[in-house]
């Protein structure tokens, strides 16, 4: 295990439980793949931390320039930017531009397209839940 990564265990009445660490900043992700959505060729990277079901997970994702489609139908994402800039647009006529430190939230339903103008990497979080978010009043 490289110097980025840790596991420690924990005991919690007879199961040993491992957390999970990476310093997701520099960590060395596989091999580079084809992103099957890509619509420009991109290749994509991603380090799968911790998988709970097909449709809970978290890790370290990264992307090289490009624009590729993407669909939210069984889970919401949450994702946090680290470096690299790109803009996204919803198919519901939103779009935010995203650079290193964006906290992105992509609820479940969710369908649009990512543009990346130079190679991201972020941290996610895929939920697999079907629920309805409570309404905002403010963002902080």
């Not at 669909?71 to 290193?100: K, N, Y």
């Not at 992509?106 to 697999?128: C, Q, S």
Request: overall charge negative; glycine content about 8%.
């Amino acid at each position: 295990m490289s110097e980025n990564e840790a596991l420690a265990s924990a005991k919690t009445g007879s199961e040993t439980v491992s957390l999970r660490h990476v310093m997701a900043n520099t960590v060395a992700l596989p091999q580079p793949q084809s992103k099957p959505t890509s619509r420009t060729g991109q290749m994509e990277s991603t380090l799968s931390l911790w998988v709970a079901g097909p449709h809970t997970s978290t890790g370290v994702w990264e992307c090289e320039p490009g624009e590729f489609t993407a669909v939210r139908d069984t889970c919401t994402e949450v994702c946090q930017i680290l470096s690299g800039t790109a803009t996204v647009h919803g198919d519901d006529g939103t779009s935010v531009r995203l650079a290193a430190g964006s906290l992105l939230v992509l609820p479940i339903g969710w369908r649009g397209t990512w543009v990346i103008h130079e190679t991201i990497r972020k941290t996610y979080v895929l939920v697999g839940a079907a629920t309805e978010p409570e309404p905002i009043a403010e963002l902080r």
